[in-house]
């Protein structure tokens, strides 16, 4: 069974703070991860992909790759109240299967 | 990014009656695209795989027979809800996938009453 687990949260960070997310995947195999966006009545919209081990900054996203550990995070940096949302991790195996964490709520408070 | 475009983006229908969303990939081809259903507060929920040219994926419990799904060219797949009921309301959302991830289309509030 292909797992991909975050804490449901919510996350609460005060305006301007550093949000951490996390996400574990269960899949050795998996090749592409993503960090998705859903506003509350909205789709989701990608904001980050990242292939490979380290850092990958995106203005103020950072993804976190660690495929030993099979962890992959986002930082978002000097959080905005309109970072306030549901953040989903993705994470796409080798037979381009695509799986989808049940998101983390953040609220970034004023 | 690719761009998917889904229509309409709310719609409100009597019990017993059908409903037909649509899921366009604007400016990629897309032979596969991939419908998700979603309630207030829950994480997505795959429905089902579209395939082009052929019939669709169902995930276990998805009756095929209620949720039509018609991938009749590289750029259209379609969901048809049939003789909704008030359970079927929820936020549908369909989803291409490009070499950059999935792109996913705006949704479709679906409301029965």
């Known amino acids: 069974q292909k797992e991909v687990e975050q804490n449901s949260g919510p996350l609460s960070v005060p305006e301007g703070a550093i949000a951490s997310l996390n996400c574990t995947y269960s899949?050795?195999?998996?090749?592409?991860f993503f960090w998705y966006r859903q506003y509350s009545g909205k789709s989701p919209e990608l904001i980050m992909s990242?292939?490979?081990?380290g850092d990958k900054e995106d203005g103020r996203f950072t993804a976190q790759l660690n495929k030993a550990s099979q962890y992959v995070s986002l930082l978002i940096r000097d959080s905005q109240p309109s970072d306030s949302a549901t953040y989903l991790c993705?994470?796409?195996?080798?037979?381009?299967?695509?799986?989808f964490g049940a998101g983390t709520r953040l609220t970034v408070k004023p | 990014g690719a761009v998917v475009s889904q229509h309409p983006s709310w719609v409100i229908c009597k019990s017993g009656t059908s409903v037909k969303i649509e899921c366009r990939s604007l400016?990629?081809?897309?032979?596969?695209m991939f419908w998700y259903r979603q309630f207030p507060k829950q994480s997505l929920m795959l429905m089902a795989t579209?395939?082009?040219?052929?019939?669709?994926?169902?995930e276990q419990g998805v009756e095929k027979d209620k949720f039509l799904i018609n991938h009749a060219s590289l750029t259209l797949s379609t969901l048809t809800v049939t003789s909704a009921h008030p359970e079927d309301s929820s936020f549908y959302i369909c989803?291409?996938?490009?070499?950059?991830?999935?792109?996913f289309g705006q949704g479709t509030r679906l409301t029965v009453v």
């Open positions: 990242i292939y490979s081990n």
């Open positions: 989803s291409a996938r490009e070499n950059e991830g999935a792109f």
């Open positions: 400016d990629f081809q897309a032979t596969t």
């Open positions: 899949d050795r195999g998996s090749q592409s």
């Open positions: 993705a994470v796409r195996y080798n037979n381009n299967d695509m799986r």
């Open positions: 579209s395939n082009e040219g052929s019939k669709a994926t169902y």
